[in-house]
């Protein structure tokens, strides 16, 4: 008995001294557990028979929350460790909607702000708004990291863009159009080779500076040109002398289906106006003539193929639908605007 309590005795002392698994290993298998969770219920909902079935399973599609507190607290004990910083960007990119998320998005503006590694979730700053300004002015002024200072200098840079692009204040806009200028130039006169998740920054830089002088109303509409559904080609500026309304969408768009009887309705009503309606269509081409057919599309499109086609890429396309008003002489006159105010714009043209 005795030997074998010295036995007992001595397995536990080996076990107490085997390492613990590596950070990364740890944070990886969060991160893991939750995509492996979200991954199985979408294969029951795509092997479901039943809309009721269906319904279950989007109704019980894994929340990120409880992963989030396990990262949070596995971030909080490794404060100093290199690969923590995983875990901050799946924070600030996988779970920004919960507190945890939001706490390590604060992290990212102090205790993280001059860390290499925080490039990815830095980036994904953009799409917080002005909210997230002080914290990549901080990652700006500590970060002496490539990466990561450019993609400060990126996200802070589309923020202001944004704000610029939707004011329909002229001062806010100006000063919110000066802020985002300033950021994108520096990052071209410094950083204009750095990638972020396979992606450029400066080329997407140069979209938005485009877009900023270009794309704006009172701007000449850049041509729109292609092929319809029936193989012939034609031209935004074919229609000069006429108002146009321009529409991007796409099959794909759940939110364009809705917009499109609308769209139907004033190309009918505005045919007698000195105005026609067109569309760009970004469905590859078998679906796009499906999506015509099936929307019973009374109006032209050019078939641009991809959400990403020359036209839309051109336009530098965030959301769909997106339209625009072109006045007769081929200026912009309204810029993603609603069909009301586009179509009340004509009928008071005189």
């Known amino acids: 008995m005795r030997s074998i309590a010295l036995l007992l005795l001595s397995v536990a002392s080996i076990l107490a001294q085997t390492p613990s698994a590596p ?52 971030v909080q004990a490794n404060l100093d460790q290199p690969d923590v910083v995983k875990g901050v960007n799946w924070l600030v990119t996988g779970a920004a ?19 290499a590694g925080i490039a990815e979730a830095v980036k994904q700053l ?25 993609a400060a200098l990126y996200a802070l840079g589309a923020i202001h863009f944004k704000n610029f692009d939707a004011s329909a204040d002229r001062d806010s806009a100006s000063a919110s159009k000066s802020k985002a200028l300033e950021c994108f130039q520096q ?17 997407s830089v140069a979209k ?66 000195n105005a026609v309606v067109i569309g760009v269509n970004t469905d590859i ?17 050019v078939l641009d193929n991809t959400s990403s086609g020359p036209n839309t890429t051109l336009y530098n396309l965030r959301n769909f639908p997106t339209l625009y008003l072109i006045d007769p002489k081929g200026l912009i006159a309204i810029k993603n605007g609603s069909l009301d105010a586009m179509v009340a714009q004509i009928t008071a043209a005189k």
């Open 285 to 301: 081409e078998t679906e796009a003539k499906k999506a015509l057919a099936d929307y019973q599309v009374s109006f032209r499109n």
């Open 126 to 150: 953009e799409y917080h708004g002005l909210p997230a300004e002080p914290v990549l002015k901080a990652v700006i002024e500590k970060n002496t990291h490539r990466d990561e200072k450019a």
């Open 97 to 115: 909607g919960f507190p945890e998320g939001q706490e390590a998005l604060k992290m990212l503006g102090t205790t993280f702000a001059d860390r």
């Open 187 to 203: 990052l071209y006169a410094d950083y204009e080779d750095v990638t972020i998740q396979g992606f450029k920054l400066s080329d």
């Open 23 to 74: 950070l990364a290993t740890e944070i990886r298998s969060i991160i893991d557990e939750y995509e492996n969770s979200v991954r199985a219920n979408t294969q029951k909902l795509i092997a479901a028979t039943t809309e009721g079935e269906k319904n279950k399973f989007r109704a019980s599609i894994p929340s990120a929350g409880p992963y989030a507190t396990k990262m949070l607290k596995l």
């Open 208 to 273: 938005m500076f485009f877009e900023m002088t270009s794309l704006q109303v009172g701007c000449e509409a850049p041509e729109i040109e292609g092929k319809d559904a029936d193989g012939v080609s034609f031209k935004l500026s074919d229609y000069r002398g006429k108002y146009v309304i321009v529409i991007f969408w796409g099959g794909w768009c759940h939110a364009c289906h809705g917009t499109l009887p609308l769209m139907n309705q004033a190309a009918a009503q505005l045919k007698d106006k």
